[in-house]
Every structure is written in structure tokens, then in C-alpha cells.
């Protein structure tokens, strides 16, 4: 009986590591380097992380699984472009932040944008592939709008 549940415990924390190892950069010239090097695009996350319950719900309900963590791996490059009202932020990250809010005109949180990083004359600009934002139903049904976005962009 310990060995299955030291197997079963191993097998959950493993799980639970995999979903932790996604890397979501905070610099979006970073990560459009990166976007572009891979060619894959870029999901940006517009989230109020320390007030929005909306975020925090699709955080814990899709962005923080397994089955996210492995289609991100593949799929895209992570960036988070939070607008948190209590944890603080460097002046330069506020208004990175700041200028891709009216760029992609966010209304409300959380709000995901996909898109395609392009360098012309050393500037990057977006070319926008679709946006979508909390999706009940968990991972598969978040999973299957971001799949139709980056179908009808290919």
C-alpha cells in the first residue's frame, strides 16, 4: 500500500512540476527575439494578477495545468503583461505594459492576444492573429479556441 501511494504521489508532483517549468517572460522585445527565432507567435496575457478574479481563475483553471504547459511548449512563447495593483512593477515593464494595452485595446481582464512578432528598421511590430480571454470548461475548451486562432492565421 506505500508503494502505490509514494508511486501515486510521485506521479501528482511531477504533474504539478511540469505545469511550473513554463517560462513567461515579462519583456516583450525579449520575448519577440524568441518568437521569432522559433517561429512560433507570441500569447500575451493582460491580467490584473493580484486583484482580477476572472485572471486568477483562468490562471489556475487552465495556465497551470499540465495540458497547458505541454501545448505552450510547443505552440507559443509566454508573455505576461500584468497590471497589478498592490505588487510593484519597474517603471519600464508599467509602461511596455501600458503601450500594448491601447495597442491592442484591452476593455476588460484577462484578455489573451496571439500574435506574430515581425523586425523592420530595428522596431518590432504585431501582426494580430485573434484574442480570447476566460473560457469555461477548463483546459480542452481554452486549448480549442487558441488552436482555432492560430488554424485560421496558418
Known amino acids: 500500500m506505500k508503494k502505490i501511494f509514494i508511486t501515486l504521489l510521485l506521479v501528482v508532483g511531477s504533474?504539478?512540476?511540469?505545469?511550473q517549468e513554463l517560462t513567461w517572460e515579462t519583456n516583450?522585445?525579449?520575448?519577440a527575439e524568441v518568437s521569432m527565432k522559433t517561429?512560433?507567435?507570441?500569447?500575451?496575457?493582460?491580467?490584473?494578477?493580484?486583484?482580477?478574479?476572472w485572471c486568477i481563475r483562468l490562471q489556475n483553471e487552465v495556465l497551470k495545468?499540465?495540458?497547458?504547459a505541454a501545448w505552450a511548449?510547443?505552440?507559443?512563447v509566454l508573455v505576461e503583461l500584468d497590471?497589478?495593483?498592490?505588487?510593484?512593477?519597474?517603471?519600464?515593464?508599467?509602461?511596455q505594459n501600458a503601450e500594448l494595452q491601447q495597442i491592442f485595446e484591452i476593455r476588460g481582464y484577462p484578455t489573451i492576444w496571439l500574435a506574430n512578432p515581425t523586425s523592420k528598421d530595428g522596431k518590432t511590430n504585431l501582426e494580430k492573429l485573434g484574442s480570447t480571454g476566460y473560457v469555461a470548461g477548463g483546459p480542452s475548451k481554452w486549448l480549442e479556441t487558441?488552436?482555432?486562432?492560430?488554424?485560421?492565421?496558418?
Open 15 to 19: 504533474i504539478t512540476i511540469q505545469a
Open 28 to 31: 516583450l522585445k525579449k520575448a
Open 39 to 53: 517561429k512560433k507567435p507570441l500569447l500575451l496575457f493582460f491580467t490584473g494578477s493580484d486583484w482580477c478574479g
Open 65 to 68: 495545468t499540465p495540458e497547458f
Open 73 to 76: 511548449k510547443q505552440n507559443v
Open 83 to 95: 497590471f497589478p495593483r498592490r505588487t510593484p512593477q519597474l517603471p519600464d515593464i508599467q509602461q
Open 146 to 154: 487558441a488552436n482555432q486562432i492560430l488554424a485560421n492565421k496558418k
